[in-house]
């Protein structure tokens, strides 16, 4: 094995060996040959590979260096295209062109031999041009010393190949170059610089003939060739040296020669071309660069294509010149996408494409020319650099060849000729610097020119130009889009849309032919546009220049030479059509004069002038860049329009007639007229230059003649005006249209049909059936029958001056303009007041414009104005409404009625299905029934649509919003001389505003009239959209009286500047503008029959609509102020006075949300009304009656009643200023604005402006008249209710209607006056006053109020409170009564009931049974604002008898027995069963009651033993009960020690009293108060109490009484913030007196009263007289006499005494109410509350309950004495009387205990709760349907109205009432068992929570609510029947009773008794003493009695005690009698 690796080792170490000597072998023999050949030297670096080849040139210093060599395969790589490859890597040549041309011979030497040595056969050519290729990656090649010895030339060459290819005739070679990048460069002594730079793709293709070995064909490719030739190219030797080295003397010798004999150029050049040429360049770039300018030219085509063939071996075509023939060939040359671009990228050179075709065949020679889009701009300033830099070097070559061209003779061809042409889209623009650049350019020029010689030279031709046009101006070579045709862009000088021209031209051969010459030309012109402007005239006059003007004469004088000589016949037809003149100037706009047929007829005695389609045009601004030259017809905004006018002169009758056919349009704006005389200035201006330019000469004459020609404008413009030599006019035009505009986008419009118009002498009439006035493109005005007369005097004028004796003028001048019909309607949203107020504008800018030029007027006065007779048929005035919501209104109703009419056919289905099945039973399918139900919903779907298509096909869509409308209007304005001029106006003014202070200076009238006016209305009618009431509904309206109109001149900063846009060179012109306002002054005087008005918040909507369309008449005014409302701008606008006499005056107040709705309102109705409007006051005089109307029985109840009332209105406007004075307001502009505070906006209101309203209504009912009547007020419960629902629709919030983003109305939202009263303040006097009340219509139970004499006197103040929060809300008003005072006067207040049933007449019933109530002498309440805090505590100091509400009650008398307490509580049923009702339907009934079993019990929070402070302190007795448990278990503890310790054995040691004690009385003594509430004071009052099963009555009386309320200041108890209440009663001077007669007789049901004597407080007085004695002074069981009449004295009465059973004592009595609900401004003043350490022990050991609701009753002492029969009367009167329960409670109670049981059975809530909703919705049900009978009813009792006797409607309507009394009693039924279910539910569900509660947490009851019962010392004498006797006296002292409920719904009963002892009064008696304890007390804590029970919940309604201890300490007593015998305790 080691001798065979040792072998193999050798071999490999020989071959390896062998190898290498090979290589060193064959590169020692390649060094060699390349010595001796080649003179250069071979380097191979690498020795295994052939890498690094260098050859080096040592003579020449040139070098070829190979990075790599070899050889690859198609099989190795598929990028090569032959199976074998020899490949380079980079080859690299450096060589120097100075020796260059030693180099080359070698080469050209070897090639020779090559060409002789290399000759393959075709077979093997092509095997081997299959096979080869050659491939390098990279040349590189440097040749130095290019033009110098500095330059250098680099060239680069990536990706090149060599191909050949062979099919044994031809050699095919391609040589593919992939990129090719060569730098010429030249370094400097600074810098190098680049001189060209060249890049590029190549790929060359020859084929050779084999055998010929000739040239065959040529193609070459070039792509991407960007070449850049900068300014030191041409500044060098290289393009010098250029041509001496092209071999181009040759060709320059040739051409020479070829000169000498005539040919065409090129046809040599095209014989030496192969016979197939193709030459192809894409995307090529040549850049030429000027550095020391830094400018540059960039040339770039896309496409050059050229392609050559000839065919030698066809035909030539014969004589084509004289001497020579022509092969067959054709050349093709194209260009496309040439573009060269200056520096600053501008186009110089843009070439589309272009196609040159030249053929030649046997028969003719044809050629063609198509060139599209080329466009050319010469900017001579930027291209003479070019033109200089580049003509250097040519133009000493070139000069000698152009002159000998100049000298060539073109010879004559005999062949046809075909030449057609066609170019497209050329533009050349010239700009040459010193003058405005110009262009010329055309859409396409079409020639087809044909020679033929056949007999004699026939030539004919078309030349077609489209839209050729010729444009002036800077912006001239910007090369534009063809522009759609029929437009003229500005700039423009001429444009030809179309232009042809059709010609032939014959001329006879031969010299002796007779025959003339003939021409036929056919020329049609279309759209030929000539404008004249400046710029055009200097072109033209630059133009003119450069010619040569002897030329040009000796060109006409040889035309004229040869139409001498040459007798030529020659027709033409030229027709031009659409011809359009402008003149253009670069201050004032263009105008335009368009002609499309005018026709001129005259004869001596007759000349007519018809002219169509002649359009005059302005363009007042050119800001457009084109301008449509369309027909005249369709010239949107001609200046004057006319489609024909015929106008006829007869001269021998002196009469013009003037007739205008259809379509006279006028378009007229303020800078019109000014615009024509600038326009034929700079039109004379033009004529001037070019005459200047041709006739220098001339000049100084037409200088002279330039003013004359300048002044005939002048004189020319002011002539519009018929020639004074016309007697007779006579105008008719058939239809006109003026339009003004007033702005740029702002216009009027009138137009006229059949006007016609006559002037003879003196009167002047004219007569149109229909005019229109529009406004903004918009039909405004429209007038019918309209006819004008100009009349010296009218004697129907004259009457009417009769009724006016103050008027000195007798006759004067009319109008009289009668109208058929005026109609004025505006679109929705649309702003009028824009458009009118830029008329105005423009009228004072006329008038300042005209009146400025005339003489100042005369001292004399101008002439009495004419008087004005207006007569109107019919008047409307309509704001149309929204489209949109029109239609969403009718859709709506549609829906509505299709539902019913749905509903009827699912009726009229159900009966037929109910038929099917009753005829076939259960035969009939399930599926058949669903297909007809199916089917019928489908048809109602297509009756919907069917019906919502034809929805307006029958009836118009509604479209007013508001429409007002008069009929019959007739209104006379008389002028007089008596208040004509200035100063007799403002006598006027004076006279009728005496209370405005006139300013001392007076004022400057701008507008100063005054005018009598007499008028007359048949009907006013204001109505709202399709609402069925008129919003005003007026009838016979008479009007009389003066007024009197002013506007006052204002000041300099009182005149506002308006704007007019004249356009250049005028500018804006300023026009002033008076800023003060048009204020009238009046005293009219009006008679009005019948005047309606109609109003509800439903109507607001609409309302809001008609506010922002009336808006939009008025401009607001230019100051920056706040607007003025309505209230502030009436006073402003508006002064003197307004009687109106009405006879029949009714206001409606809409009750309902439905505006369609025209039976519930509340009705106003005024009978003889006398209104009297002066400034700040209003009065209304006459009988009123306030209705209401609703579609019940309650229909026209006449609830008040006011004869003879006169109602005043003082109206106090709040303001920094008078609020009269209206003549101190000045307006300022924008412009002339004083400074003002930061953060203050100016107002030049501000001293007028009212900042608030005081509004004082008094109605006085004290006037006398003729008739008596009273005051009287009927009411009803269904009438209060519906008051209720009537105020709650009119105090609702509006919504914002069309506000915001989407409506484009971001205006701020106008203040309501509402808002803007301040103080309101009524006082009402009456005489006396009547008020019944009835519980319903049939007045069975009511009450009755009199009272004889009363004022009642009422303030409040409004505050207007922000809302929180970031969203802008509405303020929030908060009307608060500031003062109340009443005073009234024997008031007496009845119970009233009935027996009888429905009363129609709304009258008391004479059967109606009055039973006494209460009554008193006088009442006098007071109300006063509450007090700030100081005033607050001088109060607490000074006055605690300040408070809010104070009731003075005297002498009150009231009475309470059964009959009244039947009807009281009739009464209280009533409303408590209608509360119910309305409680138990509402949403809120169910609310928060769903408790979910399954949830654990929320435990509440601990506010009192748990972390709450001490609240304030409260003195609780020992007494208070058993503690609560603490929640820790040491509390626990604690309190079953305290509980098991015997709390009677101890004792405390103080001795306050128990009274002290009371928790009552500790609440209310806290000094926390801040504010009084509510005090109640009665003085003598009694009361009368008579029961039902005795005989008797008992009477109490007080000597004063008091009842007081407090608010304290919130305070935390616990954890929770609570608001105390604290009421207080003192009863001072009780007694208590009843009858002592067993059976007392009343006479005649008469109360039995007290006299004051006894009632008043005790007083010292002597026992003088024996009545005195014999009533036992005040002394208890004392007789006094009572009187039936309270006016008479009881001497006079039959007198009847009462005995005092209880003597004079006091009573206290403390309620003590805390509530959640606080104040908010209280409720930030709180602090929270503080977290004591131990808070648990401290509550603990305190006791301390928290806020517990405390009842607590004191009586100090009391003396009571009574006998058996009294004793009885009194447990009558408190079981029958006081604790009365009527039998239905009874019942009720029943049926509640039977539904809890079934709710307890029942224990899911879900279930209960769904049969409660289903009760809900029954109920409901009844309820509509009791309001749907009601209507029925009602619209039945409107029918009987009008047919009493109609048996149909009385038995229908008896139906009615049945069914509807059936659902009364089935509403009533359903109602109450609706409310059992609701109350039994809701307590159920509590219970349930409470045992949840109660099983989780025993710890955390806590006290709810306290009350006590205190008496000090009460001692009670029972008597014998007569009063006097005694039987026994029992004792009590300390006795208290307190009870306590507990949240768990347990109860705690205390009883105390301190002291107690019965003594036996019986004479002969053994035991004074019956009953006493056992041990005297001695302390006052000691108690002799004590009874403690605690109650839990009841259980079944059982109550359960848990636990009861009584204690006692009574000894032994004695007795006398039996306890049988004698009663000791009744």
């Known amino acids: 094995m080691p001798l065979f690796f040792s072998a193999l080792l050798a071999l490999l170490l020989v071959a390896l060996s062998a190898l290498f000597l090979g290589r060193w072998f064959v590169v020692r023999l390649a060094t060699k040959w ?63 062109l100075q020796k260059v041309s030693g180099l080359f011979a070698p080469f050209s030497q070897s090639t020779g031999v090559h060409q002789k040595e290399l000759s393959f056969s075709p077979s093997l050519l092509k095997i081997f041009c299959q096979l080869f290729s050659i491939h390098v990656e990279s040349i590189n090649i440097m040749v130095l010393k290019v033009a110098t010895s500095e330059s250098l030339w680099h060239i680069q060459i990536r990706g090149s190949s060599f191909l050949l290819d062979s099919d044994g005739k031809r050699l095919k070679c391609e040589v593919s170059l992939n990129q090719i990048n060569s730098k010429v460069l030249k370094s400097g002594q600074l810098e190098d610089t680049c001189l060209a730079e060249l890049s590029l793709a190549l790929k060359l293709c020859l084929e050779v003939g084999i055998s010929s070995r000739q040239l065959k064909a040529i193609t070459v490719d070039m792509w991407t060739l960007h070449a850049e030739l900068h300014e030191g190219l041409f500044h060098s030797q290289l393009l010098r040296q250029g041509p001496s080295l092209a071999p181009t003397s040759v060709p320059c010798s040739e051409v020479t020669e070829n000169l000498t004999e005539p040919g065409l150029p090129g046809l040599y050049l095209l014989q030496q071309l192969p016979d197939q040429v193709k030459v192809k360049m894409e995307i090529t770039s040549v850049v030429l660069s000027m550095n020391s300018q830094k400018r540059h030219l960039n040339w770039t085509l896309k496409l050059l294509h050229f392609l050559y063939h000839r065919d030698e071996d066809q035909l030539p075509l014969r004589s084509f010149t004289a001497n020579s023939d022509m092969a067959q060939m054709s050349t093709e040359l194209i260009l496309k996408d040439g573009l060269l671009l200056s520096q600053s990228r501008q186009r110089i050179v843009c070439l589309s494409s272009l196609k040159a075709n030249v053929q030649v065949t046997t028969i003719d020679l044809s050629a063609s020319l198509v060139l599209n889009t080329c466009i050319i701009h010469y900017r001579h300033q930027e291209f003479s650099h070019w033109l200089h830099m580049l003509a250097l070097e040519t133009q000493e070559s070139s000069s000698s060849v152009f002159k000998q061209r100049k000298k060539r003779t073109f010879p004559q061809i005999l062949a046809p000729i075909i030449f057609s042409t066609s170019i497209s889209n050329v533009n050349v623009s010239v700009q040459l610097g010193d003058t405005p650049p110009f262009a010329l350019g055309f859409n396409s020029i079409s020639l087809d020119y044909q020679h033929l010689r056949p007999q004699s030279i026939h030539q004919r031709g078309v030349l077609t130009v489209d839209h050729l ?179 006829t002169y007869h001269s021998s009758i002196r009469s013009l007639e003037v007739q205008c056919g259809t379509g006279l349009t006028l378009l007229w704006s303020p800078p019109d007229h000014m615009y024509l005389y600038q326009h034929v200035l700079a039109t004379l201006h033009c004529r001037d230059l070019l005459r200047a330019t041709l006739f220098p000469e001339s000049v100084p004459l037409l200088t002279l003649e330039i003013p004359e020609t300048a002044s005939e404008p002048e004189g020319l413009l002011p002539e519009p005006s018929p020639p004074k030599r016309l007697l007779n006019l006579t105008l008719e035009v058939s239809t006109a249209k003026l339009t003004a505009f007033v702005a740029e986008d702002k216009f009027i419009t009138l137009a006229a049909e059949s006007v016609s118009l006559s002037r003879h002498g003196g009167s002047l009439q004219a007569y149109c059936p229909e005019l229109a006035a529009g406004f903004d493109g918009n039909s405004i005005f429209n007038f019918k029958e309209v006819e004008v007369q100009l009349l010296p005097e009218l004697e129907e004028m004259i009457l009417h001056r ?329 006073r402003l606008l508006f002064h003197g006075d307004w009687h109106m006499d009405i006879e029949q005056a009714n206001l409606h107040q809409l009750a309902t949300e439905d505006p369609y709705n025209t039976t519930e309102n509340m009705h106003w109705e005024w009978s003889h009304l006398s209104f009297h409007w002066k400034p700040g006051q209003f009065v209304f005089k006459g009988d009123l009656d306030v209705n209401v109307r609703t579609a019940s029985k309650y229909d026209d109840c006449c609830f008040l009643h006011l004869p003879d009332l006169c109602m005043t209105l003082d109206l106090q406007w709040l303001c920094h200023g008078n609020p009269h004075d209206h003549h101190s307001v000045t307006l300022r502009a924008p412009e002339f604005l004083p400074e003002v505070p930061l953060g203050q906006l100016h107002d030049s209101y501000r001293a007028f402006r009212s900042e608030n309203l005081n509004l004082s209504i008094k109605m006085d009912l004290t006037r006398h008249s003729g008739t008596i009547s009273q005051p009287r007020i009927l009411l009803y419960s269904s009438t ?254 604690l309190q079953k020690l305290i509980e098991e310790t015997d709390r009677f054995v101890v004792f405390t040691e103080e001795e306050s009293g128990v009274s002290d004690q009371l928790c009552g009385i500790a609440a209310c003594q806290t000094d926390d108060i801040y504010n009084r509430n509510c005090l109640i004071e009665l003085v003598n009052c009694q009361m009368v109490l008579r029961g039902a099963e005795t005989e008797g009555c008992v009477i109490v009386s007080a000597a004063k009484a008091q009842l007081l309320q407090c608010q304290h200041h919130p305070a935390w108890y616990g954890d929770t913030l609570k608001q105390k209440t604290s009421w207080t009663c003192l009863l001072d001077g009780m007694q208590y007196f009843a009858t002592t007669e067993s059976s007392p007789t009343e006479q005649d049901g008469r109360q039995l009263w007290l006299e004051v004597k006894n009632i008043e407080e005790h007083r010292q007085r002597s026992l003088d007289s024996v009545q005195e004695l014999m009533e036992s002074g005040q002394a208890v069981g004392g007789m006094v006499t009572t009187t039936t009449d309270w006016n008479q004295p009881a001497e006079a009465q039959q007198a009847q005494q009462v005995q005092r059973i209880i003597s004079r004592c006091s009573c206290r009595m403390y309620y003590i109410s805390y509530s959640h609900d606080i104040d908010p401004e209280l409720a930030t003043q709180i602090k929270p509350p503080e977290v004591h350490e131990n808070q648990e022990k401290e509550d603990l050991l305190k006791k301390q309950e928290g806020a517990v609701d405390t009842f607590t009753l004191i009586h100090h002492e009391l003396e009571i004495s009574t006998n058996p029969a009294q004793y009885a009367m009194i447990l009558d009167i408190v079981n029958n009387l006081l604790l009365h329960v009527e039998p239905k409670r009874k019942e009720h109670s029943e049926k509640k205990q039977r539904v809890r049981f079934q709710l307890e059975i029942s224990s899911n809530p879900e279930e209960q709760r769904s049969s409660i909703l289903h009760l809900q919705e029954a109920v409901r049900q009844h309820v509509a ?53 609701i109350r039994c539910f809701k307590d159920f569900q509590l219970q349930q929570a409470n045992k949840m509660e109660l099983r989780k947490q025993q710890e955390d009851v806590s006290v709810v609510r306290r009350t006590e019962f205190y008496f000090a010392q009460a001692r009670w004498r029972l008597t014998e029947e007569d009063g006097q006797l005694g039987i026994a006296e029992l004792e009590l002292q300390r006795f208290l009773y307190s009870k306590v409920n507990k949240s768990d719904d347990t109860a705690e009963h205390l009883l105390e008794l301190g002291w107690f002892t019965m003594n036996n009064l019986l004479p002969n008696a053994i035991y004074k003493v019956v009953l006493r304890p056992q041990s005297s007390c001695q302390s006052g804590r000691q108690l002799a009695l004590r009874l403690f029970s605690k109650v839990r919940p009841p259980v079944g309604g059982i109550s359960v005690k848990e636990h009861f201890e009584p204690f006692s300490s009574l000894g032994k007593c004695g007795a006398s009698h039996h306890p049988a015998d004698t009663p000791v305790l009744p």
Request: charged share 20%.
């Open 34 to 96: 390349c010595q001796r050949k080649l003179q250069a030297e071979l380097k191979i670096g690498s020795f295994f590979w052939i890498q690094n080849v260098s050859l080096k040139f040592q003579q020449h210093q040139q070098t070829v260096e190979i990075d790599s060599l070899w050889i690859s395969s198609k099989l190795l790589s598929h990028d090569l295209p032959r199976y074998v490859a020899l490949c380079f890597g980079e080859v690299r040549i450096r060589t120097d």
């Open 469 to 647: 046009c010729w444009r002036v101006g800077s912006d001239s070579h910007i090369q534009r889009a063809p522009h759609p045709p029929n437009m003229h862009v500005w700039g423009e000088a001429l444009v030809l849309d179309s232009f042809t021209l059709q010609g032939s031209y014959n001329q006879p051969l031969g010299l002796s032919s007779t025959q003339s010459d003939t021409l036929f030309l056919d020329c049609t012109i279309r759209g030929l546009q000539v404008e004249a402007s400046d710029t055009c005239s200097q072109c033209l006059s630059r133009i003119l220049s450069l010619m040569d003007t002897q030329s040009g004469k000796s060109a006409a004088s040889r035309e004229s030479s040869f139409g001498e000589s040459v007798s030529l016949l020659w027709k033409v037809d030229l027709k031009v059509e659409d011809m359009n003149l402008f003149t253009l100037s670069a201050l004032v706009g263009a105008s335009e004069i368009r002609l499309d047929t005018l026709t001129v007829l005259g004869s001596a005695e007759t000349s007519t002038v018809g002219v169509q389609g002649l359009v005059l045009a302005l363009v007042k601004s050119v800001t457009e860049k084109m301008q449509p030259c369309c027909k005249a017809p369709d010239i949107p905004t001609p200046v004057l329009s006319l489609s024909m006018l015929s106008i």
């Open 802 to 1130: 009769n009724p006016f004796p103050v008027l000195q003028t007798l006759r004067n001048r009319v109008w009289l303009l009668s109208l058929g019909s005026v109609s004025v309607e505006f679109p929705y949203q649309y702003d009028f007041s824009r458009t009118l107020d830029e008329a105005v504008g423009v009228q004072k800018w006329l008038k300042g414009l005209h009146g400025g030029t005339h003489a100042p007027a005369s001292p004399s006065p101008a002439p009495l104005p004419p008087d004005l007779l207006l007569k109107v048929h019919h008047f409307s005035w309509v704001f149309l409404d929204d489209v949109f919501e029109v239609k969403l209104r009718d859709n709506y109703e549609l829906m509505k009625d299709e539902s019913k009419e749905s509903a009827k056919r699912l009726q009229l289905l159900d009966a037929k299905v109910a038929a099917l099945r009753k005829q076939h039973g259960e035969l009939l399918p399930a599926r058949k029934i669903e297909e007809l139900y199916a089917s019928l919903e489908h048809k109602n779907i297509e009756i919907y649509i069917q019906r919502s298509r034809r929805l307006y096909g029958n009836t118009p869509m509604r479209r007013a919003l508001l429409t007002w409308s008069l009929s019959g209007l007739e209104l006379v304005a008389l002028a007089d001389a008596s208040f004509h001029g200035p100063e007799r106006v403002i006598e006027q003014v004076q006279e009728l505003d005496p209370g405005s202070p006139f300013p001392a200076e007076g004022i400057d009238l701008v507008i100063q009239w005054c005018r009598m006016l007499k008028c007359s209305v048949k009907t006013f009618l204001v109505r709202i959209r399709d609402y069925p009431r008129y919003l005003f509904e007026i009838r016979d309206w008479r009007l009389m009286g003066r007024l009197v109109g002013t506007e006052q001149s204002g000041q300099p900063c009182s005149r506002r500047r308006q704007i007019l846009h004249l356009g250049l060179p005028w500018g804006n012109v300023a026009v002033e503008r008076n800023m003060p306002p048009l204020k009238f002054y009046h005293d009219f005087h009006s008679e009005i029959f019948q005047y309606t008005v109609v109003w509800g918040p439903c109507w607001d909507p609409a309302w809001t609509l008609i506010s922002q369309s009336v808006d939009l008449l008025t401009k607001p005014s230019a100051d920056p102020s706040p607007p003025l409302p309505w209230w502030d701008k009436s």
């Open 1280 to 1533: 209060l209710r519906w008051m209720q629902n009537f105020w709650a629709t009119w105090t609702s919030v509006t919504r914002p209607i069309c506000r915001g983003k989407l409506f484009n109305n971001l205006k701020p939202s106008k203040k309501k006056l509402g808002q803007h009263y301040k103080q309101l303040s009524y006082t009402a006097l009456f005489p006396q006053l009547q008020v019944h009340y009835w519980a319903s219509f049939a007045q069975q139970r009511g009450i009755q109020i009199e009272c004889s004499q009363g004022h009642v006197f009422t303030r409040g103040t409004q505050r207007l409170i922000p809302q929180a929060g970031t969203v802008m809300r509405r303020l929030i008003s908060d009307w608060s009564v500031t003062q109340m005072v009443s005073d009234l006067s024997q008031v007496t207040v009845h119970l009233m009931a009935s027996p009888t049933e429905e009363n129609a007449d709304h009258c008391l019933d004479p059967l109606v049974t009055k039973t006494h109530l209460l009554s008193l002498s006088s009442l006098t309440y007071q109300r006063h604002s509450n007090r700030t805090a100081e005033e607050e505590l001088s109060t607490r100091v000074g006055d605690p008898a300040f408070h809010t509400h104070q009731l003075h009650l005297v002498d009150l008398r009231a009475s309470w027995t059964t009959t009244n307490r039947d009807i009281a509580f009739g009464l209280y049923d009533g409303y408590k069963k209608a509360a119910v009702l309305k409680r138990n339907l509402s949403t809120e009934a169910l609310k928060g009651l769903k408790i979910e079993p399954q949830m654990p019990a929320k435990k509440p929070k601990q506010s009192v033993l748990t972390s709450a402070p001490a609240p304030p302190p409260v003195n609780t007795p020992s007494f208070s009960g058993q503690p609560e448990k603490g929640s820790s278990g040491g509390a626990y503890m």
């Open 1825 to 1877: 349907q009791i309001r749907q009978l009601e209507k029925q009813i009602y619209s039945i009792m409107k029918s009987l109205q009008d047919d009493s006797k109609n048996e149909n409607l009385l038995d229908l309507n008896q139906k009615l009432q049945l069914q509807l009394n059936q659902e009364k009693a089935s509403l009533q039924l359903e109602s109450e068992e609706l409310n059992i279910l």
